[in-house]
């Protein structure tokens, strides 16, 4: 899995209403239709169908219609909820071991930023010294 994949994942996660969807689904094996996440997240069907699509495009959720109804479901429950856990622990500040690796990865990514604004005055992205 590529760098902007793992970005669209996360922020997928990012947003309240797909996190409340996928914890609805953490807490059952399928759901008959997304009518029962929509009462749960108590939004329009519409953005729950959006958002579910969204969801399946990104390969976190699988989708069939029955009929006229849609079930979903999650497409790898351990992982997702290992995901959730890892975030939640991380939010809550009970793993910091984990949090240290995010702000490590954080200092890291800072540092290349510098590197590469004292290398080059412009903000393309080559190394060559002489790109400008």
């Known amino acids: 899995m590529h760098t902007h994949a793992y970005m669209q994942i996360l922020k997928l996660l990012?947003?309240?209403t797909k996190?409340?969807?996928i914890k609805f689904l953490l807490n059952c094996k399928c759901c008959d239709c997304i009518c029962h996440v929509r009462?749960?997240?108590k939004k329009d069907h519409s953005v729950i169908l959006k958002d579910i699509q969204k969801m399946e495009k990104a390969g976190i959720i699988w989708t069939r219609k029955e009929g006229k109804?849609?079930?979903c479901g999650l497409t790898n429950r351990t992982n997702i909820k290992k995901l959730i856990n890892?975030?939640?622990e991380i939010e809550n500040g009970k793993n910091e071991?984990?949090?240290g690796f995010f702000a490590k990865l954080a200092e890291k990514t800072d540092k290349k930023l510098k590197?590469?604004?004292d290398k080059c005055p412009c903000c393309c992205d080559s190394d060559d010294d002489k790109c400008c």
């Open 86 to 88: 890892i975030l939640e």
């Open 69 to 71: 109804f849609l079930k």
């Open 19 to 21: 996190l409340k969807i």
């Open 115 to 117: 590197e590469k604004a």
């Open 97 to 99: 071991k984990k949090k």
């Open 39 to 41: 009462d749960y997240v």
């Open 14 to 16: 990012a947003d309240d």
